[in-house]
């Protein structure tokens, strides 16, 4: 219910946004492929909407109407419909909420269109009229398939079906969105192999989400499926290793990150490479562990290029924070010696500097801050002698051109 009162309350702030951009655009607008003045009349009506729809507060049906009447075919009118259509939905008059919506005023004189039909889709379904529901949804996708709205409308087309006796469809509709490592999808996809008798398509959608969508909350349900389906929660391939740890790690899950990227190391050792190595050591020192951090961020070769300059950024701050000056000093001059034009250089030392003068160490925050400084200034001079040099270049061959002229 929660989650269905905060779309509702999107809906209304939508319908406010597009209140101000037609008050605030000049008085035209296109309709239907026409071009015709906005009346004055019209802008404060639909600033009237606004004004009557802000915070989410619903008005009276009658009021909304008159403005609809008033101003019929038209942005204000099309708005209009779309709070009446709150206002039943809200009242629990489904129905009466869907024929609202079947109204072309919205689609032609509105940019929510896709929201109006998602809208009707969610009333009909509601209404428990679930093949007109699945018709709707799916003229969504077909419509506006680059809607926000497009994705969660196939899902609800094949929750439906799940819900209708009709399983076997779901992975075909689903096919798209379950190349895409969707695991809403996928779990739908499971789920209908399992009704249909297919438990070695379905264990094969389970493991799909375990492995490289493990930060979804979908995880879960296929993390207890494996077993049931008589399977292991461990890798078959370095493939799947590595996906779910590059997976947790996109995710922020660090915890589990790190067991994952262990994991995928032992069992898979050309897994362990410099970005491998990078984001294990990041992973760990999020969680805390400094001394598996460490080893991994050191792991990343000099020859990784911008990856070693990140590790050595984060090495930098950690041995910074452990009060280990003679190491952050180590890995800031290894940073300033061989990535003098890195993002990261600069970066390091500034924060290793502030590190050092939060803890009142007065020497190190001068020779870091200092150096940041004249790194600064270096890396000034070498930006303007290029921007020079590539000027005098551009001179030189338009002179050239003019002379072959």
């Not at 905060?6 to 296109?30: D, Q």
């Not at 896709?114 to 209404?127: C, I, P």
């Not at 898979?268 to 491998?276: K, R």
Request: proline share 4%.
């Amino acid at each position: 219910m929660a989650r269905r009162l905060g779309k509702h309350r999107l809906l209304l702030i939508l319908i406010g946004l597009a209140v101000i951009i037609g008050a605030s655009l000049p008085p035209f607008m296109t309709a239907s492929c026409l071009t015709r003045q906005q009346t004055s009349a019209e802008i404060r009506a639909l600033e009237n909407l606004r004004v009557m729809t802000r915070g989410g507060v619903l008005p009276s049906e009658n009021v909304v109407a008159r403005i609809e009447w008033e101003f019929p075919r038209t942005k204000a009118a099309g708005l209009a419909r779309m709070v009446r259509a709150r206002i039943k939905l809200n009242a629990k008059d489904f129905a009466g909420a869907a024929a609202l919506l079947d109204a072309s005023v919205i689609l032609d004189h509105t940019s929510l269109g896709d929201y109006a039909l998602f809208m009707r889709a969610n009333a009909l379904e509601q209404a428990a009229k679930l093949p007109e529901s699945r018709i709707v949804y799916e003229q969504l996708v077909n419509d506006y398939p680059s809607s926000m709205r497009a994705r969660e409308s196939t899902l609800r087309d094949a929750d439906i079906l799940m819900r209708t006796g009709a399983a076997s469809a779901v992975p075909l509709l689903l096919k798209d969105l379950a190349a895409k490592d969707d695991a809403a999808a996928l779990l739908l996809v499971a789920r209908a192999h399992e009704q249909n008798g297919k438990s070695t398509r379905a264990l094969a959608a389970y493991r799909r989400i375990y492995f490289y969508a493990p930060a979804a909350e979908e995880s879960a349900e296929a993390a207890t499926a494996l077993p049931r389906l008589g399977s292991a929660a461990w890798p078959a391939t370095a493939a799947e290793a590595i996906a779910r740890a590059d997976k947790l790690y996109d995710g922020k899950s660090y915890a589990e990150a790190v067991r994952a990227y262990a994991d995928a190391f032992a069992r898979f050792p050309t897994t362990a490479n410099a970005q491998t190595q990078l984001r294990h050591g990041i992973a760990a020192l999020g969680v805390r562990k400094v001394v598996d951090g460490v080893s991994a961020l050191n792991s990343v070769p000099p020859s990784a290029g911008e990856t070693r300059a990140e590790a050595l950024y984060y090495l930098a701050q950690t041995y910074a924070r452990a009060r280990q000056w003679d190491q952050a000093r180590a890995s800031v001059e290894e940073l300033r010696r061989a990535f003098p034009n890195s993002p990261f250089t600069q970066r390091a030392l500034v924060n290793v500097g502030q590190i050092a003068q939060d803890a009142n160490d007065l020497t190190n925050a001068s020779y870091f801050l200092r150096a940041a400084v004249n790194s600064f200034r270096v890396r000034r001079r070498l930006l303007r002698r290029n921007s020079t040099l590539r000027g005098s270049r551009t001179k030189q061959r338009t002179i050239k051109n003019h002379h072959v002229c």
